[in-house]
């Protein structure tokens, strides 16, 4: 059921949405001259996919986590994006290619041994990442390993359609702050 919800929001996502995202898109090309950002993540079953999502910081920065990466790389149109959470917009594709969910853990990346561990320990890769979850609404990052992999599976073991629901609502209102980065 919840993969029928997926494909149907985020094909409806990205037909409605199509403007914001052609818009955004100038934008960012004016911004970085690079607007889209594709990094490998850990995927399903610990299987790599590309994740896509608007740049938010300078071209040159380092991939590492965001908690990892310096605040001076943000720009001032990727500080509004993150904000307004539109970064997050370009990830509809993923969820449209069966890559991603909307609800479920979010993607790490491959360099996260810590996170990948602990994931793997607590079952967290039989389920498809997603763009939000009870982590990102609860304000838990990836700066937490062990905590982020335990409320992932909390999350994976009691996940309901009305809990599906919720998470996004939480997020398109406003819940959780993403992952933050260095001062």
């Known amino acids: ?8 929001f985020s094909l409806a996502g990205l ?5 914001v995202l052609v818009v955004l898109y100038v934008i960012g090309l004016f911004d970085t001259g690079s607007p889209l950002f594709f990094q ?25 986590a965001t908690h990892l990466a310096s605040s001076a790389s943000i ?18 594709w993923n969820v449209l290619k069966g890559e991603m969910s909307l609800v479920g853990p979010r993607p790490g990346l491959f360099n996260q041994e810590e996170l990948t561990s602990e994931r793997d320990a607590f079952g967290v890769f039989a389920v498809r ?11 838990i990052d990836m700066s937490t390993p062990a905590l982020l992999a335990e409320t992932d599976a909390r999350m994976i073991a009691s996940l309901s359609v009305k809990d599906y629901f919720k998470y996004i609502f939480m997020t398109v209102l406003g819940k959780g702050a993403g992952d933050r980065v260095k001062g």
Not at 15 to 19: A, D
């Open 40 to 64: 490998q993540r850990v995927g399903r079953h610990q299987k790599p996919f590309t994740l896509v999502k608007f740049r938010t910081m300078k071209v040159d920065t380092a991939s590492v």
């Open 129 to 139: 990442p997603g763009i939000t979850g009870l982590a990102q609404v609860s304000e």
């Open 15 to 19: 037909l409605v949405g199509f403007p």
């Open 75 to 92: 720009t001032k149109f990727g500080a509004f994006l993150r904000r307004t959470k539109l970064d997050e917009l370009p990830q509809l």
């Open 1 to 8: 059921m919840i993969r029928f919800f997926d494909v149907v």
